[in-house]
């Protein structure tokens, strides 16, 4: 558990709802700082990628470009181009392994807005419509903010978004003068500095045990974001297989490899959300000659056996990863 900090500052936990899960921040505060005025404007920034980039919203600008027909230009803020941008980069540089037009095969396997279970038709009718590379099948028009489909399909940046939502949750603590700060939300994670006594921030790696929660490792990060990915906390039981809700676009199925977790440190959650599903898909032997040929600091949990194998990268090693079990 973080250390309290000493006079001047104050320890601040601030939390609320927003996605089906619970955005939090832990703060050491200046005691100039309006907690409430900070909280509500957490809440307005996490509220508008929400808003923005919701697939279960009917009234999102990300479904407002579902519903456009192909080659319609449409216009679109900011923040979720900003969004578009990020995930059709990381589309290509892995090549497809992080696909955000696979929206849906989501929807067709039980884990979108639509349904709540595979349905054998949705997943042939998705399967058969086929599309290229999902950065020459959507084009965004940067100066004029506009985005439009070369083919019919479905956009979904649940592989993203919420690494987003953590990266404008940092930029508001930074707006109100906040220097030492953990940002969360679900998996992905975010440190604003360190804590105020100069202590990195410590956050636990969860190990990938479905049905229960604890912790694999340890790791402290300062002015570092890190986001993991893995098959064990959602998924639908279809007989005696266990379908994990990532996409694989190349199998047009759910991810089916001996990845059980992939853990991305990064500078901002944008990109470690994003690396993280990337390299889920990409799968062990793929996926880790992927990151190493970007220089990507990743740290693999691979089952083998009844045991897991760890592999890391970069700062994914003993002296950064306190082992737990």
Same mark, same amino acid.
């Given at each position: =558990?973080?250390?309290?900090?000493?006079?001047? $500052?104050?320890?601040?936990?601030?939390?609320?709802?927003? =996605?089906?899960?619970?955005?939090? *921040?832990?703060?050491?505060?200046?005691?100039? #700082?309006?907690?409430?005025?900070?909280?509500?404007?957490? @809440?307005?920034?996490?509220?508008? *990628?929400?808003?923005?980039?919701?697939?279960?919203?009917?009234?999102?600008? /990300?479904?407002?470009?579902?519903?456009?027909?192909?080659?319609?230009?449409? @216009?679109?803020?900011?923040?979720?181009?900003?969004?578009?941008?990020?995930?059709?980069? *990381?589309?290509?540089?892995?090549?497809?392994? $992080?696909?955000?037009? &696979?929206?849906?095969?989501?929807?067709?396997?039980?884990?979108?807005?639509?349904?709540?279970? +595979?349905?054998?038709?949705?997943?042939?009718? @998705?399967?058969?419509?086929?599309?290229?590379?999902?950065?020459?099948?959507?084009?965004?028009?940067?100066?004029?903010?506009?985005?439009?489909?070369? !083919?019919?399909?479905?956009?979904?940046?649940?592989?993203?978004?919420?690494?987003?939502?953590?990266?404008?949750?940092?930029?508001?603590?930074?707006?109100?003068?906040?220097?030492?700060?953990?940002?969360?939300?679900?998996?992905?994670?975010?440190?604003?500095?360190?804590?105020?006594?100069?202590?990195?921030?410590? #956050?636990? /790696?969860?190990? +990938? =045990?479905?049905?229960?929660?604890?912790?694999?490792? &340890?790791?402290?990060?300062?002015?570092?974001?890190?986001?993991?990915?893995?098959?064990?906390?959602?998924? &639908?039981? *279809?007989?005696?297989?266990? /379908?994990?809700?990532? =996409?694989?676009?190349?199998?047009?199925?759910?991810?089916?490899?001996?990845?059980?977790?992939?853990? &991305?440190?990064?500078?901002?959650?944008?990109?470690?959300? %994003?690396?993280?599903?990337?390299?889920?898909?990409?799968?062990?032997?793929?996926?880790?000659?992927?990151?190493?040929?970007?220089?990507?600091? !990743?740290? $693999?949990?691979?089952?083998?056996?009844?045991?897991?194998?760890?592999?890391? /990268?970069?700062? $994914?090693? %003993?002296?950064?990863?306190?082992?737990?079990?």
């Amino acid at each position: =558990m973080p250390k309290t900090p000493s006079e001047p $500052f104050v320890r601040a936990r601030l939390h609320g709802p927003t =996605m089906g899960t619970r955005w939090s *921040v832990l703060c050491d505060l200046e005691p100039t #700082v309006d907690q409430p005025a900070l909280q509500l404007a957490l @809440a307005a920034a996490v509220q508008q *990628v929400d808003q923005q980039m919701s697939p279960w919203k009917p009234d999102s600008e /990300l479904m407002r470009l579902n519903r456009a027909a192909p080659e319609e230009w449409v @216009a679109l803020p900011p923040e979720i181009m900003t969004v578009l941008t990020r995930a059709l980069e *990381v589309g290509r540089q892995s090549g497809g392994a $992080f696909d955000p037009t &696979v929206g849906a095969l989501v929807d067709a396997w039980g884990f979108g807005a639509a349904r709540d279970a +595979p349905d054998a038709a949705a997943i042939r009718a @998705a399967t058969q419509a086929t599309h290229g590379p999902a950065h020459q099948s959507l084009e965004l028009d940067a100066a004029k903010g506009r985005a439009r489909k070369h !083919a019919p399909l479905q956009v979904d940046l649940c592989g993203i978004a919420k690494g987003y939502a953590v990266d404008r949750m940092t930029a508001v603590l930074q707006r109100h003068g906040v220097a030492h700060a953990l940002a969360a939300l679900d998996g992905e994670l975010r440190a604003l500095g360190g804590q105020a006594d100069g202590q990195p921030w410590a #956050v636990a /790696l969860e190990s +990938p =045990m479905p049905g229960r929660r604890s912790a694999h490792g &340890v790791l402290e990060l300062h002015d570092l974001a890190v986001a993991t990915s893995g098959d064990y906390r959602r998924f &639908v039981q *279809v007989g005696a297989d266990r /379908l994990a809700h990532t =996409m694989d676009p190349r199998r047009a199925a759910p991810v089916r490899n001996d990845v059980a977790s992939v853990t &991305v440190l990064a500078p901002e959650g944008m990109s470690a959300d %994003a690396w993280a599903t990337a390299l889920l898909v990409a799968g062990g032997d793929h996926g880790l000659a992927l990151a190493q040929r970007l220089g990507l600091e !990743a740290l $693999f949990l691979l089952r083998r056996g009844a045991g897991l194998v760890e592999l890391g /990268l970069g700062r $994914f090693d %003993a002296r950064a990863v306190g082992a737990n079990g």
